[in-house]
Structures are given as structure tokens and as C-alpha cells.
């Protein structure tokens, strides 16, 4: 059995983590770490977790190198960075769901987390992606950086014209919408119910650091290239769940046959990818409720003859695939598991 540690096992990513591991046939809960609910259960803390496990949360020291395989970091990127210095060549794998690691180049860290100071040699050290186009990097990684939820749909949704079909990509803009889980369980006021109910509320209209770390990921020596990625994000009213539309300008020529050919091909052997047609279904798809509850991401392509472009639209829930699913699947790797174990949950709808 993998023995697995918890840091940050008060908040959402950590109690689907907590889920998760639970019903993972090769791995055990032994540790969850926090600061500000020291000696409460995870049954405390998640309504849905009504379990013993015998563990509370304990505060987070070095001597857990004792206890654990791999420790999941679900904390803030300044915790996380902190975090990572302790932990680092004590623990066999670490596996960090913050921002701290994201972005490798130092000035665009410095720009999007201005108040997350880390080792550089960390940085350099961690390994960032998502596992579908950095598995083969994963297999014997110590340090593992998880993309933000927005940036794995971004990034699943544009590797196939980049890595796949080599395209030059002159500009892309995404416009993304995201449930309220996505800002986690801080109290703020426009999180508050009376705020966010029927809103669309636009957080983020003139850039994000997701988009930051897509375009930083995919400089780093990957066939094809974006010239310009900006994206506007959008806080909506249902909970969990994210869409990302991304909006492609190319002078490569294709067409609808060759980009749904391309997405397919790209995609083939990939369990959690599901490359889908606009009105294969009841409802247009991909819609974010087709996939909540699981750790699958839905990707559509489509040609759009009369503006000149390629429109990507991917859905994924973004506290599975955007983070604890996706942390499970990347450990999963790096002990030489099927990435799929304990992952074989169907998605729940209607929700």
C-alpha cells in the first residue's frame, strides 16, 4: 500500500482528496497535516466524510517523512512553497495542488504571485503538467506541480493543434466560467450567497495567471507556438464545474474533418480525455454537468469557416480533474499504477 499525507485537509481539494484516497485500492490515508483545525476528524469537517479513519488533523513537521510515501499539498502557494522546503528529498514524492511551482520562468512567477517567495532550485526541480501530456515525466518525478483547473482545460483543449498537428497559433482567447469552489472556502463578499446566486460575474476580465502558466508550459520546447494567450474569466452560480471557450486565430490551414481526426487521434489511449461532437447528445456538450463528480475533462472541437477560426471548448469538474482527481492520477504514475486506479467514478447528472 502507498502510504499518502494530506496537508490542507480542512478544505475542498483536501476533502475530495480525502474521498478519493479512501476508495483507492492501493493507497492509505496515514496523515492529515493543517494549522487551523489541529485535532478535529475529517468526519468534522466534511459533511459527506462520515468515517473513522482514526486520524485528526496534526500540524505538519518533518518527522512525517516517517509516515508517508507521498504527501498531497491542497494549501494556499505560499503554504505550499514553504511546504516544499521541508519536505523536499525527505519525502519520497510530493505532490503540490497551489500555484507556488506552476510557472518555471522567474519573472512571470514574480508578476502573478508576487507574495510566493521559493527556492529557485525547487522550481527548477518540479515537474508541471498534466498527466495526459506529461506522463512519461511522471514515472520517476519527487516533485509534481499540478496545472490550475482552468489551465488543464486550456491546456488539454490546445495541445492537439500544437503538439499534435504542429500549428502556429497567432493568437488565442479564452473566455472561461467557473462555479463558486473554484475561490475555495475563503469568506469574501462577492462569494456570498446573496451575491453569487444568478450571477456571472466577470473577476477577471483582463487576464489570469492560469492563462500565465499555459503559455509558460507551452514555450518550454513543445512543436508549434502561440504568439498571443489572454483570457477573461467569470465567476457563475453553480458550485463545482468549469468551462473554458478558446478562441484560435491561425494562418495554418485546416479544416473540421482534419481537426476532429487530429483531436482523436491525440486523445486515443487517454481514459480521461473525451474528445466529443457539439450534438452528439441530448444537450450541446461539452457542459460541465456531464462531468461533475468525475475525473474526465470533455473536449470539443470546431472549425468556424465564416470568422476564420478553430473554437476549443473543454469542461471538467475543477475539484476532480482541476485538482484532487488529477493529484490521484499523477501519483498513480509515479508508483507505476494504471493512472485510471480508483479513478473509474462516472460522472453524476443531473446534479
Known amino acids: 500500500m502507498i502510504r499518502a499525507g494530506i496537508v490542507g485537509a480542512s478544505g475542498l481539494a483536501g476533502g475530495d482528496l480525502i474521498r478519493l484516497i479512501t476508495q483507492h485500492p492501493d493507497m492509505e490515508l496515514t496523515f492529515l497535516g493543517g494549522s487551523s483545525h489541529v485535532g478535529r476528524r475529517p468526519a468534522e469537517l466534511h459533511p459527506g466524510l462520515r468515517m473513522d479513519l482514526g486520524l485528526t488533523v496534526e500540524p505538519v513537521t518533518e518527522e512525517i517523512a516517517d509516515r508517508v510515501d507521498v504527501v498531497f499539498l491542497a494549501t494556499p502557494a505560499p503554504v505550499s512553497a514553504e511546504l516544499a522546503t521541508l519536505l523536499a528529498d525527505?519525502?519520497?514524492?510530493?505532490?503540490?495542488?497551489?500555484?507556488?511551482?506552476?510557472?518555471r520562468t522567474p519573472h512571470l512567477h514574480d508578476r502573478w504571485y508576487p507574495k510566493v517567495e521559493r527556492r529557485t532550485d525547487l522550481a527548477d526541480r518540479f515537474v508541471y503538467g498534466v498527466p495526459e501530456l506529461v506522463g512519461d515525466q511522471l514515472a520517476d518525478a519527487a516533485l509534481i506541480s499540478l496545472p490550475g483547473c482552468y489551465a488543464t482545460a486550456i491546456t488539454l483543449g490546445l495541445a492537439p493543434l500544437t503538439m499534435g498537428l504542429g500549428l502556429d497559433l497567432k493568437t488565442v482567447v479564452v473566455d472561461g466560467k467557473s462555479g463558486s469552489s473554484g475561490g475555495g472556502l475563503q469568506l469574501r463578499t462577492p462569494d456570498l450567497?446573496?451575491?453569487?446566486?444568478?450571477?456571472?460575474?466577470?473577476?477577471?476580465?483582463?487576464?489570469?495567471?492560469?492563462?500565465?502558466?499555459?503559455?509558460?508550459?507551452?514555450?518550454?520546447?513543445?512543436?508549434?507556438?502561440?504568439?498571443?494567450?489572454?483570457?477573461?474569466?467569470?465567476?457563475?452560480?453553480?458550485?463545482?464545474?468549469?468551462?473554458?471557450?478558446?478562441?484560435?486565430?491561425?494562418?495554418?490551414?485546416?479544416?473540421?474533418?482534419?481537426?476532429?481526426?487530429?483531436?482523436?487521434?491525440?486523445?486515443?489511449?487517454?481514459?480521461?480525455?473525451?474528445?466529443?461532437?457539439?450534438?452528439?447528445?441530448?444537450?450541446?456538450?461539452?457542459?460541465?454537468?456531464?462531468?461533475?463528480?468525475?475525473n474526465f475533462c470533455d473536449v470539443t472541437v470546431l472549425h468556424d469557416d465564416e470568422g476564420g477560426r478553430v473554437v476549443v471548448l473543454a469542461a471538467l469538474d475543477n475539484l476532480v480533474k482541476g485538482a484532487a482527481g488529477?493529484?490521484?492520477?499523477?501519483?498513480?504514475?509515479?508508483?507505476?499504477?494504471?493512472?485510471?486506479?480508483?479513478?473509474?467514478?462516472?460522472?453524476?447528472?443531473?446534479?
Do not use: C, W
Open 90 to 103: 525527505r519525502v519520497p514524492a510530493v505532490v503540490d495542488l497551489s500555484g507556488a511551482f506552476r510557472i
Open 193 to 294: 450567497h446573496p451575491l453569487r446566486n444568478g450571477a456571472i460575474t466577470p473577476y477577471s476580465p483582463t487576464g489570469h495567471r492560469h492563462a500565465a502558466e499555459v503559455g509558460d508550459f507551452f514555450e518550454r520546447g513543445k512543436p508549434g507556438t502561440i504568439g498571443s494567450l489572454t483570457m477573461s474569466a467569470y465567476g457563475v452560480s453553480h458550485v463545482r464545474g468549469l468551462l473554458t471557450s478558446s478562441y484560435v486565430f491561425t494562418d495554418d490551414a485546416v479544416d473540421q474533418r482534419e481537426l476532429q481526426r487530429a483531436y482523436v487521434r491525440f486523445y486515443k489511449g487517454h481514459r480521461f480525455v473525451r474528445v466529443r461532437r457539439h450534438a452528439e447528445t441530448l444537450i450541446p456538450v461539452p457542459d460541465p454537468q456531464a462531468v461533475l463528480g468525475s
Open 326 to 351: 488529477q493529484a490521484v492520477q499523477a501519483a498513480n504514475i509515479r508508483f507505476g499504477l494504471p493512472e485510471e486506479t480508483g479513478l473509474s467514478m462516472q460522472p453524476v447528472m443531473p446534479t
